[in-house]
């Protein structure tokens, strides 16, 4: 039996949830931004003294792995490390869009007719996305993608793609005339789905190293002098 805490900061939405094994025992979700660093050690301890769990009997720690907010990430990566270093327990990664796809085919009847498209906003007309099957088979690896009315055209030309997140807005406006295109835009990144994932990785002892472990951020952050008088 292992108990799997997993957090998920990659957008606007901080979340948190504990796992017994593949059962949801407690969740927690705020959605209050530019709050996360605030608030997410008071969730954990929230969801913990809900459940009756204690830190100490914490099998591991999952956080959502990016691709993501920047800030984010590193909030959610900072204090999955934190709690793994006092406890003393392995760290686990999961990819955010491969979460995301999860909340949506296990809940998509003959799933296998379809291929499915997460995307996060990643302003202006670019997302970050890629393209799996009902079986987390990976189509098109995760990049970042500028929509146009071309975009992923080959794959919907042979098969009904289901585009979901914070990304999929703006790929409706160009691609919703199409006949394969459906769009979920309500599904967010979410600590559940991260959760479910982990426990794979727990069985198969997919780890993180603690010590250098860094969040998929899939493109480099610049920053720049504010052009202060």
Known sequence: MAY???????SIVCSVALHQDQQLLTYAELRLEKSHSSHITIMVNQVLEYAGVSLKELSAVAVSGGPGSYTGLRIGSGTAKGLCYSLDIPLIAVDTLMAMAQQVIENTPNNGKYL??????????????CIVTHELEVVLPVKPLIIESTSLQQYLDKQAVIFLGSGASKAKELLAPHENAFFLESVKPSAQAIGKLAFDKWQ??????????????????YITKPSGK
């Open 4 to 10: 799997l805490l997993s957090l998920e900061t990659s």
């Open 204 to 221: 198969a002892q997919q780890f993180e190293d603690v010590a250098y472990y860094e969040p998929f951020y899939l493109k480099e952050v």
């Open 116 to 129: 499915y498209c997460p995307m996060v906003d990643a302003r202006r007309s670019e997302v970050y996305t």
